[in-house]
T-cell receptor, first 115, second 116 residues
């Protein structure tokens, strides 16, 4: 079936280093992808999104890369801080034009930032 | 706090009992979503409202589950005859009306249900 998944369940990095979290998706018809951050006991928080007609998008300290050829999505966090420690989910939306935000989430990657 | 509000935050219930959760979306957000999240997994879509109309339901939403949004504002999710497999975090999200454009979904803190 269609799914969004992550390569690494846990990623441990040193404070100040750059982090890269990867995600694979299977539905080539998906036209919109989002990264969410979820801290313990909280709901997912939007980080950054990208449409399928783009291959890169930058935010503040974060960059999302989309490789449609291999159906791969990545989130890069520059100068990782202890406050970045959380579970990160990639999600796909197959209804961009309708803007319904029906999202299919991957399993998640735990990012642990070591001081 | 003007974000999405969910109540209660935690609920422990005995198997077979009925439970009801409430979600208050961000004001003027016409779209409201319910998701379910089990430990270590990503949220799974359950159902979606546009104003008071329930437009889509996942097959995950069994007959024991019912969601309402009677006035197009707050929503309730009821689970009847709870089972241990219903134990999960139930997340609500809302998004504003932006026709033809992606509108970011804002999530609440969730309601943690434990069925014993």
């Amino acid at each position: 079936g269609e799914s969004v998944g992550l390569h690494l369940p846990t990623l441990s990095v040193q404070e100040g280093d750059n982090s890269i979290i990867n995600c694979a998706y299977s539905n080539s018809a998906s036209d919109y992808f989002i990264w969410y951050k979820q801290e313990s006991g909280k709901g997912p928080q939007f980080i950054i999104d990208i449409r399928s007609n783009m291959d890169k998008r930058q935010g503040q300290r974060v960059t999302v890369l989309l490789n449609k050829t291999v159906k791969h999505l990545s989130l890069q966090i520059a100068a990782t801080q202890p406050g970045d420690s959380a579970v990160y989910f990639c999600a796909e939306n197959k209804d961009y034009g309708g803007a319904t935000n029906k999202l299919i989430f991957g399993t998640g990657t735990l990012l642990a930032v070591q001081p | 706090d003007t974000g999405v509000s969910q109540n209660p935050r935690h609920k422990i219930t005995k198997r077979g009992q009925n439970v009801t959760f409430r979600c208050d979306p961000i004001s003027e957000h016409n779209r409201l979503y319910w998701y379910r999240q089990t430990l270590g997994q990503g949220p799974e879509f359950l159902t979606y409202f546009q104003n008071e109309a329930q437009l889509e339901k996942s097959r995950l939403l069994s007959d024991r589950f019912s969601a309402e949004r009677p006035k197009g504002s707050f929503s309730t999710l009821e689970i009847q005859r709870t089972e241990q497999g219903d134990s999960a975090m139930y997340l609500c999200a809302s998004s504003p009306p932006r026709p033809g454009m992606r509108s970011e979904a804002f999530f609440g803190q969730g309601t943690r249900l434990t069925v014993v």
